[in-house]
């Protein structure tokens, strides 16, 4: 069993819709919470972190860690065509710089 | 500043052959890493270096070496290349100890046949 598990989709919603996405994992050791979004052939860039349990927020992303239930998630509202990308999730332990465990990665598309 | 630099940026080898995978970053960070993105796969850690001199295994460093001289660079070695290394692979950069601001490259993607 991978220690985080995402949903890969496809996940296909109208422009304007609430989107959800999520990540399990099985490693209590995870203090840092991360969520990249990726454009089609291009590196990954960082959307959001959070350390250890909470919730962020930043405009249109809100990123939720539950720590008791192992599960992150990441909500985007008023959903754009230019958000259509792979979503992924990463975890890191505490102090381990670089070291960083990612999920399989959601692909959204937001239609017009 | 450039951030993070990879070349080349395709690459096409015959099984056996070997190759450097070249990554710089400018930012003066401590921390970086190499990772292999496969469909379906997400991105799986190779090796990853907290500083000069420094470097580590990760899920999967069969097949792959490294060093790190300098802050600068990190090159990733294929000794002898086989077919399941065909993979886009990418290098990033983090100045802070728990990887949560993480900088990545363009990617290099290799195809070998």
């Known amino acids: 069993q991978k220690e985080v598990e995402q949903d890969p989709g496809p996940l296909s919603v109208p422009e304007g819709a609430i989107v959800s996405l999520n990540c399990t994992y099985s490693?209590?050791?995870?203090?840092?919470f991360m969520w990249y979004r990726q454009y089609s052939r291009k590196g990954p860039e960082l959307l959001m972190y959070?350390?250890?349990?909470g919730n962020k927020e930043d405009g249109r992303f809100t990123a939720q860690v539950d720590k008791s239930s192992k599960y992150i998630s990441l909500f985007i509202r008023d959903s754009q065509p230019s958000d259509s990308a792979t979503y992924l999730c990463a975890m890191s332990p505490y102090n381990q710089g670089g070291k960083l465990i990612f999920g399989q990665g959601t692909e959204l598309s937001v239609k017009p | 500043n450039a951030g993070v630099t990879q070349t080349p940026k395709f690459q096409v080898l015959k099984t056996g052959q070997s190759m450097t995978l070249q990554c710089a970053q400018d930012?003066?960070?401590?921390?970086m890493s190499w990772y292999r993105q496969d469909p379906g796969m997400g991105l799986r850690l190779i090796h990853y270096?907290?500083?000069?001199?420094?470097?580590d295994q990760g899920e999967v460093p069969n097949g792959y070496n490294v060093s790190r001289s300098t802050t600068e660079d990190f090159p990733l070695r294929l000794l002898s290349a086989a077919p399941s290394q065909t993979s886009v692979y990418f290098c990033?950069?983090?100045?802070?100890?728990?990887?949560?601001?993480?900088?990545f490259g363009p990617g290099t993607r290799l195809l070998v046949l």
């Open positions: 959070t350390y250890s349990s």
């Open positions: 270096s907290v500083g000069a001199g420094i470097t």
């Open positions: 490693n209590s050791a995870f203090q840092y």
């Open positions: 990033a950069s983090s100045y802070s100890s728990g990887g949560e601001t993480q900088y």
């Open positions: 930012m003066n960070h401590e921390y």
